[in-house]
């Protein structure tokens, strides 16, 4: 079992940056890829970011590439997310989740674990 804690969301302008951290319980984070995701209202669930549980491969969305930076600290049990030059449109609520196979994935049906998610508005 895996406990996924997300921080870090708020209230920012249009350009500015955040850093989202997702706090995982366990002894063996390791072993999972981690994902973020995020909900707009009244839209589907998306893939934003994946991370291996080495840390060597990552992978993004194509409207967050370049702006976006997902990592781990495998010691700390934490990944995260830093977005910059943040817009409008990325205002959603954000979610980690985990997935038991280590590899890189952006299907969400991969990944078994999920935080309640930490909400990111980005004013113009």
């Known amino acids: 079992q895996v406990q996924l804690v997300e921080s870090g969301g708020g209230l920012v302008q249009a350009g500015d940056s955040l850093r989202l951290s997702c706090a995982a319980s366990?002894?063996?984070?390791?072993?999972?890829?981690m994902g973020w995701f995020r909900q707009a209202s009244g839209k589907e669930r998306e893939f934003v970011a994946s991370i291996s549980g080495s840390g060597g491969s990552t992978s993004y969305a194509d409207s967050v590439k370049g702006r976006f930076t997902i990592s781990r600290d495998n010691a700390k049990n934490t990944v995260y997310l830093q977005m910059n030059s943040l817009k409008p449109e990325d205002t959603a609520l954000y979610y980690c989740?985990?997935?038991?196979?280590?590899?890189?994935?952006?299907?969400?049906?991969?990944?078994?674990?999920w935080g309640q998610g930490t909400q990111v508005t980005v004013s113009s």
């Open positions: 989740a985990a997935s038991q196979r280590s590899s890189v994935s952006s299907y969400r049906q991969r990944y078994g674990y």
């Open positions: 366990g002894r063996t984070f390791s072993v999972y890829a």
